[in-house]
């Protein structure tokens, strides 16, 4: 069981940047895929960025391509993602996913392991 903790969340205004982190507890994580989702108050769970294990293939979300950068230290058991350009739609949690299971890349539903998630607030 990979444990997954996300971090860098925080308040910040229309138009900051933040970076958040995702760090594993085990190597074995530069094996996985790895990808965050967000999910706003009442609404459900969106697809934000997915990263292969060594980094070749970048997918984005259509509401943060060209904003958001996702990336991997696989000495460090870490992936990033730079947030810049922030919106006031970008205000949610946060969560990092591993271990995809096959199907559509953006289907939280096929993730196995998850992170607590971080909260980004971003004011108009």
């Known amino acids: 069981q990979v444990q997954l903790v996300e971090s860098g969340g925080g308040l910040v205004q229309a138009g900051d940047s933040l970076r958040l982190s995702c760090t594993a507890s085990?190597?074995?994580?530069?094996?996985?895929?790895v990808a965050w989702f967000r999910q706003a108050p009442g609404k459900e769970r969106e697809f934000v960025a997915r990263i292969s294990w060594n980094g070749d293939i970048l997918t984005y979300g259509d509401s943060v391509r060209g904003r958001f950068t996702i990336s991997r230290d696989n000495a460090k058991n870490t992936v990033l993602l730079q947030m810049n350009s922030l919106k006031p739609e970008d205000t949610a949690v946060y969560y990092c996913?591993?271990?995809?299971?096959?199907?559509?890349?953006?289907?939280?539903?096929?993730?196995?392991?998850w992170g607590r998630g971080t909260q980004v607030t971003v004011s108009s």
């Open positions: 085990e190597r074995a994580f530069s094996r996985y895929a």
């Open positions: 996913a591993a271990d995809w299971r096959g199907g559509s890349v953006d289907d939280s539903s096929k993730y196995g392991y």
